[in-house]
């Protein structure tokens, strides 16, 4: 080490004096000529030179230099000291059956948990956890957050809209755009538009094609005008793009088992749209509870079809506790009528109180006799 030491002070030395104190080249070099004749100092020079040692500093300073340079050997021993310094950081797991194991290896998930998402419930998803795991925030996310930003998402429902479809992040962001300009060509307003893609999150996935598809079965199938139909869907987004058999299987359990008619059906969808994707077993059910044991003809169950959203057992409950009061009365005809409104929608406290009038406790007593 001291040797090179050495050699370095001396070429410090001949740089000093061909220069005058500077080792830039002669004007002559920067103009682009040259001299024929030699820039190196006579001989009497040389040994005036060889009487001007350096300062100590300077030999300081190189030596401070050299002992700053970093092994050059990887194989180098090293002292306890340094190795418990040494941090490693910990390994990418090879496989998991969960994403939380690459959170801390992932800035794309890191930055997905931050808005929201709920990984465990991605990961549920198929292909979804895969697919977070091979995007980039800046190249594939960002641009996508902000379309949804832009058709009215809100910042507090980005987390939850992305952990009930993680798969929008992989569409193409021109296809998206299409999709809505779609919707605004059938004059869906903004609003309208924000909140069927919040209540529905798939509902962009679907092609032009699609959306266009269903509009039309709705329409045509309830025999619905363009305005109704287009209520309809704000109201029930899902009806986009959930299955169309449950809904065409419930629609022929209306007309044909229950025995409503077409304009029934009609009136029946557009005031409760939930109808079209409830459970038929349970349309059945609670159709026939309503109808067979309570008395309920077709026209009042058209005019209230809320009644069908209801639990039964509430239904049950309530009916037969006014059974049991002598109040059962559904006939707007008669005195003491009570509209199914007021049967299933008001809490049991207000229902006890002002329409079976009785207590509270009358009706828990009552509850346990049955």
């Given amino acids: 080490m001291r040797g090179r030491n050495d050699i370095l002070l001396w070429r410090l030395q001949a740089c000093r004096h061909v220069s005058v104190g500077s080792c830039s080249p002669p004007d002559s070099a920067k103009d682009g000529s040259f001299s024929s004749e030699s820039n190196l100092p006579s001989p009497v020079e040389q040994e005036q030179a060889k009487a001007k040692p350096l300062p100590d500093l300077n030999a300081k300073i190189l030596y401070e230099d050299w002992d700053d340079v970093p092994p050059s050997s990887a194989l180098e021993e090293i002292s306890e000291e340094e190795a418990v310094q040494i941090i490693a950081e910990p390994l990418l797991p090879l496989h998991s059956s969960t994403l939380r194991d690459y959170v801390d290896h992932s800035e ?69 755009e299409t999709r809505v300009a779609y919707l605004k060509s059938k004059k869906f307003g903004k609003a309208e538009i924000a909140q069927m893609v919040s209540r529905a999150p798939y509902l962009l996935l679907f092609s032009v094609e699609r959306l266009d598809n269903r509009l039309g079965f709705f329409k045509n199938e309830l025999g619905f005008s363009v305005k109704k139909t287009k209520d309809l869907v704000i109201r029930l987004p899902r009806l986009l793009t959930g299955k169309l058999e449950p809904v065409k299987e419930n629609l022929q359990v209306c ?84 509209s199914l409104d007021q049967l299933v929608s008001l809490p049991d406290e207000v229902f006890c109180t002002e329409i079976a009038k009785a207590s509270i406790q009358d009706f828990e007593k009552f509850l346990k006799t049955l």
């Fill in 108 to 176: 794309t998930l890191a930055k997905l948990v931050h808005l929201g998402v709920d990984l465990s419930q991605v990961e549920k998803r198929q292909k979804a956890g895969q697919l977070l795991l091979t995007l980039d925030f800046e190249k594939d996310i960002k641009k996508i957050l902000l379309f949804l930003k832009d058709v009215g998402v809100e910042d507090n429902q980005l987390g939850t809209f992305l952990t009930k479809n993680p798969y929008i992040l992989a569409e193409d962001l021109e296809a998206l």
């Fill in 255 to 338: 007309q044909i088992e229950l025995g409503f008619q077409r304009n029934e059906i009609q009136e029946i969808v557009f005031k409760t749209p939930k109808i079209l994707t409830a459970s038929s077993n349970k349309l059945k059910q609670t159709f026939d509870y309503l109808h067979n044991i309570m008395g309920i003809p077709h026209h009042m169950l058209t005019r209230f079809p809320q009644v069908f959203n209801s639990r039964l057992l509430r239904i049950k409950e309530r009916h037969m506790f006014l059974t049991f009061l002598g109040r059962a009365q559904y006939d707007p005809a008669q005195p003491s009528y009570i």
